[in-house]
């Protein structure tokens, strides 16, 4: 085990790019294309993959056997769970080589988690902190803190920044509390509590 360049390179890891933040762990059998961009303080497991091109942002976990391809992004503290599959070419065919411009990009907004064996196909939008449940095939956009589960994913609530599910009222018990978003789907953040607040003080 070593480190590189303010980040930690597991000695069984290949990092081939020059763009790693500072505190990124890079586990054992990982694989780093040269031209992937990893940001700070990221976690990235055993046995995953990230292909040339890739956008990872700061702060975000990428679990074990999950492969990130070309034309995906990472927004910062998107958690990714356990062999997460991603894709980036709706129609493909092994005798027929696609240039880069031809390939749909991915986008997973800013605190997002996809549970374990979600399939993710590609030319969505996971919304701010939405919440994908595990073995889920997600086909269409989610919203900023929906909750979608099943194969094809569909809509079933929303879940809070903490994690918790959200009630009819669109309160959490930590505290925080939402509405619905006037100009866009899903729902934005309303007022924290004070016990948040106490939390995030310290």
């Known amino acids: 085990m070593n480190k590189a360049n303010g980040f930690f390179k597991h000695s069984q890891a290949l990092v081939e790019t020059d763009r790693v933040g500072g505190g990124?762990?890079?586990?054992?059998?990982a694989h780093i294309m040269a031209?992937?961009?990893?940001?700070?303080?990221?976690?990235?497991?055993?046995?995953?993959?990230?292909?040339?091109n890739a956008v990872v942002g700061?702060?975000?976990?990428?679990?074990?056997?999950?492969?990130?391809?070309?034309g995906v992004v990472l927004e910062d503290y998107v958690f990714v769970g356990p062999n997460v599959v991603f894709?980036?070419?709706?129609?493909?065919?092994?005798a027929v080589r696609k240039a880069r411009e031809a390939l749909l990009p991915t986008y997973v907004r800013y605190g997002a988690s996809i549970g374990a064996n979600a399939t993710i196909i590609c030319g969505v939008t996971l919304g701010r902190h939405s919440f994908i449940g595990a073995g889920a095939v997600v086909t269409r956009d989610v919203v900023d803190y929906g909750m979608v589960v099943g194969n094809p994913a569909r809509h079933v609530g929303y879940?809070?920044?903490?994690?918790?599910?959200?009630?009819?009222?669109?309160?959490?018990?930590?505290?925080?509390?939402?509405?619905?978003?006037?100009?866009?789907?899903?729902?934005?953040l309303k007022t924290i509590g004070n016990a948040v607040l106490r939390v995030r003080e310290r």
Do not use: M
């Not at 700061?58 to 070309?70: L, R, S």
């Open 87 to 94: 894709t980036n070419d709706k129609t493909p065919r092994a």
């Open 35 to 52: 031209g992937a961009t990893i940001g700070v303080e990221c976690n990235v497991c055993d046995h995953a993959f990230i292909e040339a």
């Open 24 to 29: 990124t762990r890079v586990w054992a059998f």
């Open 58 to 70: 700061n702060h975000v976990t990428i679990k074990n056997g999950v492969a990130v391809w070309d």
């Open 159 to 188: 879940r809070c920044e903490c994690g918790a599910h959200l009630t009819k009222t669109l309160a959490c018990r930590c505290g925080r509390r939402y509405q619905r978003n006037p100009t866009a789907s899903g729902l934005t």
